[in-house]
């Protein structure tokens, strides 16, 4: 008796482990590797959407470091010789950094493609009169240069500002992928802009990389002046929707802020 027992629980225990693996198996079956490339649903979501005309431009962002003993020479040799360089392409804004970096300059430059920054570099490589009076006077000065060029994200806007100002460089090396971290940037700039209006302060371009660091958000403002957004922005800490903010930071692996001034040659003040 107790042995035909055991053998009806052994039996019942077989039929429930094959029931499982069937299941597991039809499951495993079901499974696909999604596409490379899913079709838009909605403006809205998270997913990046590169297909209008503006987000197409691409922006360059270089930084100089000076020679400490050089800087007030360079400063004042760019202002009056800087033409040379303008004259190529369209300069976007042109700082020296006042904060959170010592004897650099930050300027991006706006193109229409890689192909058609490429045409530029090559003119400028053969404009004698920018390369004798300019380049090859400065360029003993330099320590270092950095590039990246980058795209205006699909949601972000240029907004020029009206008044002249301070600026700030915002520096995200995000942690993951953009699909997960841009609706939570939106969300976090979006706030961050309402809350700031107050004191004067825009938003003036939200970038992401595409040579130079790899999940890079640039991001630019402006503010009447450091004091002002630094109170400012010290009482977000205390909005109710800061939960906002919390889910965008913790996509961010590191992040940087500089404050800069706007050199003369610069169509930002």
Request: with cysteine; hydrophobic share 40%; aromatic share 12%.
């Amino acid at each position: 008796m107790i042995s035909f027992i055991r053998s009806g629980f052994t039996e019942a225990i077989l039929r429930q482990r094959f029931q499982a693996l069937k299941y597991l198996s039809a499951q495993k079956r079901n499974l696909s590797i999604p596409p490379l490339y899913t079709p838009a649903k909605s403006a809205d979501g998270d997913r990046l959407y590169l297909n209008n005309k503006e987000t197409q431009k691409i922006f360059e962002i270089r930084t100089y470091t000076v020679r400490p003993k050089d800087y007030k020479e360079y400063i004042r040799f760019t202002e009056d010789n800087f033409h040379l360089r303008i004259k190529h392409s369209k300069l976007f804004g042109f700082w020296i950094t006042e904060l959170g970096a010592l004897n650099e300059i930050v300027h991006i430059w706006e193109y229409d493609n890689h192909e058609h920054r490429a045409k530029v570099r090559d003119a400028l490589a053969r404009d004698v009169e920018w390369q004798t009076n300019y380049k090859n006077k400065v360029s003993a000065m330099w320590i270092s240069q950095t590039n990246a060029t980058m795209t205006l994200l699909p949601w972000s806007l240029i907004t020029l500002p009206n008044k002249s100002g301070v600026y700030e460089l915002q520096i995200f090396n995000m942690n993951s992928h953009t699909d997960i971290w841009d609706g939570r940037l939106k969300a976090a700039m979006e706030l961050s802009s309402l809350k700031l209006k107050s004191a004067n302060s825009v938003l003036v371009a939200c970038f992401t990389s595409i040579f130079g660091p790899h999940n890079t958000v640039y991001a630019l403002w402006q503010h009447e002046n450091f004091d002002k957004f630094a109170f400012s922005r010290l009482q977000l800490l205390s909005e109710p929707n800061r939960s906002i903010l919390h889910a965008f930071y913790h996509e961010v692996l590191t992040g940087y802020s500089k404050g800069l001034l706007p050199h003369k040659a610069s169509p930002l003040q």
